[in-house]
């Protein structure tokens, strides 16, 4: 079918109708083959006519010669109970001069489920006057699979949302950029965002949105939250969403769970750029020993057409949560201490062990070698070993994130800071110079330590340090592995800082290639300190600087043994024993230097 006409008449619309249909099954798809080619060709429109709705539904628009060839256009018609017609108009305004011609209309997976004899499968569900079998996963998710009705019966609405009549028990985080739109109908933005909703596949039906346009700019975020949900009963409960991502500078949607209010939690699933005018479902497994919640973030790209849709949001087989999430407070220490201690006779200058009472010096908190028999000397200090798995910071903490606690998600945000990372959760930009394993395990799974340097401007640092150091050996060293790659990556540093003096024992700049590297900084003997690893950020996102497996080797103080040293031992001044290997060795092994004295 094509039009061919020069005329320069005013409003003149060529239109096509359909055949009349009595409904589509939740999968139907129309294709067609279009030409629109001309100096002054015009634009065209395919339009959904539904009985009961005076409004048309605008499904599929061209606004302009798209040049001398057949392009495929594929549009997701869904579920639609309701009999319905398409219209295909040609609107010319002024004059007009082209060819516009359609071919090849195709419907696809339009029918209903076909009945089943039986349906014994548990991991089915039997329709009721249908008698079609479905996956029970497409149960009570806002959608009329079976075509009766009969999977969205007996549904519980407080774990459900089609946003037809607001946001449900769903709110806006008021710690983001913005706020997630309410609307029906396409957006205000050509070329991008839906046109309809998913819920009724008409422009009647409400859905949310992110806009992309101004003042909003690159990387603002909006977060939805869900309502609280209780530890699932069988282990897992199914999250299902349904996401739109038409544009050309689309750049992404993250889902979170999280079992800490003034968190962002971990990363369950995310979606980069245009992924075509369509909505796509979406199931997430939610595994979870304590109650939790849902985040739904939304990232604005560089550019107006951005816009990013969600429709119908269902939870199955979860419960909502009568209570509260628990808060976290960020403390250098990186763990809680009872409010109440033992009874003690210990005074200001000492610590008190916490289960049995006993005094230590203080010297002895923090030094890496428990002297209380609970350990508890040990518990709010950096760990010996830190591989950062099970999301495990090991008492390092951000002492210029902590000073902004109050708040914490607008300001994180953005912030050039240390964060954990692993390759399983790296979007496709970060591929090229962030580690795609980490050291310890060497999968994607693993998690490393990393600044991400899509963050921040030039110049920014970055510092983590451990808790005060009270006390180490005359051995003590720091060896870590690192990761820096990339065009404009920064540098890395690790310093030292007793009192308020910063000195700077180890420094890289630059890239270092795509693998792990690794470094070893000597300590000796030193008190009262804290190590620090800072990294400056380079003149662009290309680069970021990463690192694991952070060890503290042999850095616990010398004993003095209540036995006489052995024929194989020296004896320093101040009672120590040192193997006399290390004798003159230009370490200060006997930590007051009697082992390195001219006299020996």
């Known amino acids: 079918m094509f039009i061919l006409k020069k005329s320069n008449s005013i409003s003149q619309i060529a239109r096509l109708r359909s055949p009349k249909f009595r409904q589509t099954g939740s999968n139907c798809t129309l294709s067609f083959w279009y030409y629109n080619y001309g100096p002054s060709v015009g634009a065209a429109e395919l339009q959904l006519l539904v009985d009961g709705l005076r409004q048309p539904t605008v499904l599929w628009r061209t606004y302009y010669s798209e040049g001398s060839q057949w392009l495929k256009a594929v549009i997701q018609l869904g579920r639609l109970p309701r009999p319905f017609q398409f219209s295909l108009d040609k609107i010319s305004l002024g004059f007009y001069e082209g060819v516009s011609a359609i071919d090849d209309i195709r419907f696809e997976n339009c029918a209903l489920p076909p009945p089943a004899l039986s349906c014994e499968d548990p991991n089915h569900f039997w329709c009721r006057d249908t008698k079609a079998c479905i996956d029970s996963l497409l149960v009570c998710d806002l959608v009329d699979d079976c075509g009766d009705g009969s999977d969205e019966d007996s549904c519980d609405p407080d774990l459900q949302c089609n946003f037809e009549n607001g946001l449900c028990n769903w709110e806006q985080d008021v710690q983001d950029d913005f706020d997630w739109i309410r609307i029906r109908g396409p957006t205000p933005t050509v070329n991008t965002g839906p046109l309809k909703d998913h819920t009724t596949g008409t422009a009647r039906g409400h859905y949310l949105y992110l806009e992309s346009s101004e003042p909003r700019q690159f990387r603002d975020t909006a977060v939805l939250l869900s309502p609280l949900l209780s530890p699932p009963a069988r282990g897992t409960c199914v999250f299902r969403f349904h996401y739109h991502m038409f544009g050309k500078e689309v750049y992404k949607l993250s889902v979170f769970q999280r079992t800490v209010s003034n968190t962002k939690g971990w990363l369950l699933w995310y979606k980069f750029g245009n992924q075509e005018n369509r909505w796509i479902r979406q199931s997430l497994f939610i595994r979870s020993s304590k109650p939790f919640q849902i985040l739904v973030k939304g990232t604005v790209g560089d550019g107006f057409t951005g816009d990013i849709g969600l429709d119908d949001v269902s939870f199955l087989g979860c419960t909502l949560y009568n209570g509260h999430l628990p808060t976290i407070s960020t403390t250098t220490s990186g763990t809680s201490v009872p409010a109440t201690l033992p009874m003690n006779n210990c005074t200001e200058k000492e610590f008190v062990c916490r289960a049995s009472g006993h005094c230590i010096q203080m010297i002895q908190k923090c030094d ?233």
């Open 368 to 600: 890496f070698r428990p002297d209380c028999s609970d350990k508890s000397d040990e518990s709010a200090c950096v760990m010996e070993v830190c591989d950062f798995e099970d999301k495990n910071l090991c008492g390092w903490h951000q002492p210029a994130l902590e000073q902004m606690s109050g708040n914490y998600s607008i300001l994180f945000t953005k912030t050039f800071k240390w964060q954990l990372g692993r390759g399983a959760n790296l979007y496709p930009e970060q591929e090229q110079h962030c580690p795609l394993t980490d050291h310890t395990t060497c999968t994607e799974e693993g998690w490393y330590l990393f600044a991400d340097s899509s963050n921040g401007e030039f110049g920014h640092t970055a510092d983590i340090a451990t808790p005060v150091i009270s006390l180490t050996g005359p051995r003590c060293k720091i060896i870590f592995w690192n990761h820096m790659n990339g065009s404009t990556v920064g540098s890395l540093e690790v310093l030292y800082k007793s009192s308020n003096k910063t000195s700077k024992l180890w420094t890289q700049s630059g890239s270092q290639g795509p693998q792990w590297n690794r470094a070893e900084v000597f300590l000796g003997i030193r008190s009262n300190f804290q190590i620090i690893f800072r990294t400056k950020r380079g003149v662009s996102y290309m680069g970021d600087v990463a690192v694991d497996d952070i060890t503290f080797e042999d850095c616990s103080p010398l004993l003095i043994s209540d036995k006489p040293c052995t024929s194989e031992e020296f004896m320093c001044a101040n009672k120590y024993c040192i193997p006399k290997n290390n004798l003159c060795d230009f370490v200060n092994d006997c930590e007051d230097n009697s082992d390195e004295s001219p006299s020996i």
